[in-house]
């Protein structure tokens, strides 16, 4: 019946080619603020991108409303008009062939036959755990389920329905001895069913020590060491350090930098590989079909630090000549898609985990992400706490901490690289539009000379 | 609406609907080239009722799914999540000029001939790639509760971003220029862009050492994120904030005056009421050093049993409102932006920080990296710095200010702000 409607809204468009994306968007959350319940319940909301290329130019509308729905169209196609009129090159999309098809993941549990109240009891159960101790002050334990019913339709016959069915949990437990407030947060989740958020008792046990632990840790230094990287802050440092870059249409219009970039240019320790691949299931990022319909496949984007591929939108694909990936994605039905990680890692190396502490022999081991953010060639990711390292030996715990890289050289000081694979339960990245399926993993990873920020 | 709240009333004791809709329209052009233009056409509902004290909250962008609404909103009561407040009788609120009409006319064509005219000014002054992007906001909101409320706000805004790139880094340093209609860009901003551009194109490597920080207002957040926490009223109901008993008592540099002002209309998106319809006025939160106030939702004003201050906004269409400082300002000092550059010893002008979410923000601790730095010896901007961070606490830093800028900083609400003694890590 929707594609149906669907197809009536397009069927009147005057361009080389169109598509229609129509998502129903439902949530059910469930949010405690230290023992008091805050929000409880579902709501579900609704809208329709179109986009229109016409003449060289592409161009897109959001739209709530089905009676917007032809002035949507109008705007589209004038807007589609304005820019191949004032484009030397024209856009051009790759070639796919349609795909037709229905597709629900496979799930663990589906969170939809799931009662609130059993939700509710098994969230409550794990608030409680931390403000059981003495001195956790308070708590922020949020249950999000996101089920997403996507629609696509486009000229060229495509016409596909993907369930995206996303369950997570965050949480903060933040400690306090007098004026000294310290916090740690985590999630746990992903896209493929509610069994990830059962069984996770011990996680908030292990995480309430830890914020307890921090009141008494010192806040570091401020200079440049030699730092572990535990697999979690890894992920954050891939994601932020070289994940962007490897996103087409962010270095697209940028000459210079797009010059360094070519597939072939040394970027990276010789140690490291990275890959993109949104079809692991299990994993946050996953999805079969991106934004476009294109079908979303592994990229090795790094290999031997050399740079080996990119993740591309159909209109990048041609622009750079460059296979395509499936990785134009949108937030949802407000925001037209772009080109986007799906799960993205470090390939493991050789080394245990004891190993890479004696390589380091002195220096900082860094645990766990604060979030980071990425500004052109710098970027920033923090560490929840850490421990200095003296010959091979963990000592005090350290907080506070934060991280500064360089594109450039960040991924050439990479020394050495552990061998268990860690795929992060949490997402999550805010480029342009939030994107809760963006993840990110890694082993162990072993950095010489960051910066780190303190007083 | 109507329909509704009156199906609303009659399953509760109060009632209220909010509905905003949006039209935006934006245009991007990179490095001289249009890129994308992307439109918007958003309808969002709230509803929030109270039954017993308790709360029930939906929302939803479709009035003829109000079943479903109202479904969910009493699925919500459940929770039995506290409500202990009443929704405002709010009257006869003063009216601001938000809204120019001319904002409808404005298509695409008129945006990107300005960002065609920009880009042909700053790249004629520059080696920059340059960015720029222009949208077009008009919104439409309208509460009605259960106490005979019936506002109606309908404002209207033009924003464009020009950004210069610096080739082969990506980095970059931008500039907004925010109006209620469409306008040229004031030279005087891009003039001052290109200049800032042209003296950092050389990279330096000065040594790590506390430094001279001039935070420009793309960087101020840094502080501004920590100040609104600490006053927020539920960190200080939950007493997490350092500001707890600390009204009436000197906390900052007394150069240092924090205010929030939603009903000055010569800015877009004046308010004369929050997104909860309590009305809206100017309130001094720091008032030369001394703390004065703190801001509130409905919710924590009933817990604090202080008055409503108006600062109830939704952070995100599926949120209820929380206490939000949406129209903050520090207010501007005595010296010129070329006279606090030139007062700079040996320290660093910050255009961007990145991470401001890192840190022990509840305390008021900063570390971020440093997105575009130049650095400064001597009153000279000498380069920019790469790979460097800026670490320190508000509480410290605003107690070492050397001075304010004289105005609002050319295309922003804030002044830029001269500290001492800041760390610099810097590789």
């Known amino acids: ?455 | 609406m109507e329909k509704l709240l009156e199906q609303a009333k009659r399953v509760s004791e109060q009632a209220e609907v909010y509905e905003s809709k949006v039209e935006e329209h934006s245009v991007t052009m990179e490095n001289g080239k249009l890129q994308d233009i992307e439109s918007k056409y958003l309808t969002i509902i709230n509803l929030r009722i109270i039954k017993d004290g308790k709360l029930g909250f939906a929302y939803g962008c479709d009035f003829t799914q109000r079943q479903d609404l109202l479904h969910n909103a009493l699925k919500f009561l459940y929770g039995g999540i506290e409500a202990p407040y009443k929704f405002p009788c709010s009257q006869a609120l003063p009216e601001f000029n938000t809204y120019d009409p001319a904002i409808e006319t404005i298509n695409s064509r008129d945006m990107s001939a300005e960002c065609d005219r920009i880009f042909d000014y700053l790249s004629s002054r520059t080696t920059a790639e340059i960015n720029i992007y222009a949208t077009t906001r008009s919104e439409k909101i309208r509460i009605l509760n259960s106490h005979n409320t019936d506002l109606f706000d309908r404002s209207s805004s033009y924003t464009v971003d020009c950004e210069v790139v610096y080739p082969g880094s990506a980095a970059s340093m931008w500039r907004t220029f925010s109006s209620k209609r469409f306008e040229e860009i004031p030279v005087p901003l891009t003039h001052e862009l290109s200049q800032l551009y042209s003296l950092s194109v050389p990279v330096v490597q000065p040594s790590s050492d506390k430094m001279q920080i001039l935070f420009m207002p793309n960087s101020l957040d840094t502080i501004n994120w920590r100040i609104m926490n600490a006053t927020n009223a539920e960190s200080i109901y939950k007493k997490f904030s350092p500001l707890t008993n600390k009204l009436e008592q000197k906390i900052f540099d007394q150069q240092v005056t924090v205010y929030d002002d939603p009903n000055n209309d010569l800015y877009p998106r004046a308010r004369a009421f929050d997104d909860e319809g309590v009305a809206c006025a100017p309130l001094t939160i720091v008032e030369n050093g001394i703390l004065k106030n703190f801001y509130n939702n409905l919710f924590f004003a009933q817990k604090l049993d202080m008055p409503a201050t108006g600062h109830g906004y939704k952070a995100d269409q599926s949120r209820k409102p929380y206490p939000t400082l949406s129209h903050m300002h520090l207010k501007p000092g005595k010296k010129s932006f070329k006279a606090l550059v030139a007062a700079i010893k040996r320290g660093i002008i910050l255009e961007y920080a990145m991470g401001l979410h890192c840190g022990n923000i509840a305390h008021g601790d900063f570390s971020v990296g440093i997105g575009t730095g130049l650095f400064v010896e001597n009153g000279i901007i000498v380069g920019r710095v790469k790979d460097a961070m800026v670490a320190g606490n508000i509480y410290e830093t605003l107690n070492q200010v050397i001075h304010i800028e004289d105005r609002f900083h050319l295309g922003s609400q804030m002044p830029a702000i001269l500290c001492d003694g800041v760390s610099v890590s810097i590789k």
Do not use: W
């Open chain 1, 1 to 455: 019946m929707m594609f149906e409607t669907m197809q009536k809204i397009l069927a009147n468009v005057d361009c080389s080619y169109a598509d229609l994306r129509y998502e129903e968007m439902k949530d059910e959350a469930i949010l405690f603020k230290g023992p008091e319940l805050t929000r409880i319940g579902s709501n579900s909301t609704s809208g329709y991108v179109v986009r229109v290329l016409k003449n060289g130019g592409l161009a897109s509308v959001a739209f709530t409303n089905l009676k917007d729905a032809e002035k949507a169209l109008l705007r589209a196609t004038e807007n589609a008009l304005l820019m191949g009129s004032q484009r030397r090159k024209p856009v051009e999309l790759a070639r796919v062939k349609p795909v037709q098809g229905m597709y629900q993941p496979e799930l663990k549990e589906d969170p939809r036959t799931i009662s609130l109240s059993e939700k509710l009891d098994l969230i409550r159960t794990y608030n409680d755990i931390p403000l059981q101790h003495e001195n956790i002050v308070t708590t922020i334990t949020y249950y999000h389920e996101l089920i997403r019913e996507k629609y696509f339709i486009n000229t060229e016959g495509s016409r596909l329905k993907e369930d995206m069915i996303t369950t997570q949990l965050y949480a903060v437990i933040k400690s306090q001895d007098g004026t000294n407030i310290q916090d740690i947060a985590f999630a746990i989740g992903g896209s493929n069913g509610f069994s990830k958020i059962r069984h996770r008792e011990s996680l908030f046990e292990q995480r309430s020590r830890v914020a307890l632990d921090l009141l008494k840790a010192e806040p570091v230094s401020g200079g440049v060491y030699n730092c572990l990287l535990d697999p979690e802050l890894a992920a954050v440092f891939t994601h932020e350090a070289f994940g962007h870059f490897s996103e087409a249409d962010i270095i697209e219009n940028l000459p210079a930098l797009r010059a360094k970039m070519q597939r072939g240019a040394p970027i990276g320790s010789e140690k490291l590989s990275i890959t993109d691949d949104a079809t692991l299931t299990e994993h946050l990022g996953a999805y079969k079909y991106d934004d476009e319909g294109i079908p979303a496949r592994p990229v090795a984007l790094m290999t031997g630090g050399v740079l080996t591929g990119r993740l591309h939108s159909r209109r990048t694909a041609v622009e750079f000549d460059e296979p395509l990936s499936g990785h134009c994605i949108a937030q949802d039905y407000r925001y037209a898609p772009i080109v986007r990680m799906g799960t993205i890692f470090i390939e493991p190396g050789g080394h245990s985990f004891e190993h890479l502490l004696q390589d380091l022999g002195s220096g900082l081991y860094l645990i766990e992400s604060n979030g980071g953010e990425t500004s052109g060639e710098n970027f920033t990711f923090g560490a929840q706490y850490g421990y200095h390292i003296k010959n091979g030996k963990l000592g005090k715990m350290i907080r506070d901490i934060n991280i500064s890289g360089n594109l450039y050289q960040s991924l050439k000081d990479i020394t050495a690289i552990g061998k268990e694979l860690v795929i992060s339960e949490a997402g999550g990245c805010g480029k342009g539009q939030s994107n809760i399926h963006s993840c990110m993993g890694s082993p162990p990873v072993l950095i010489k000379n960051l910066v780190i920020g303190g007083v």
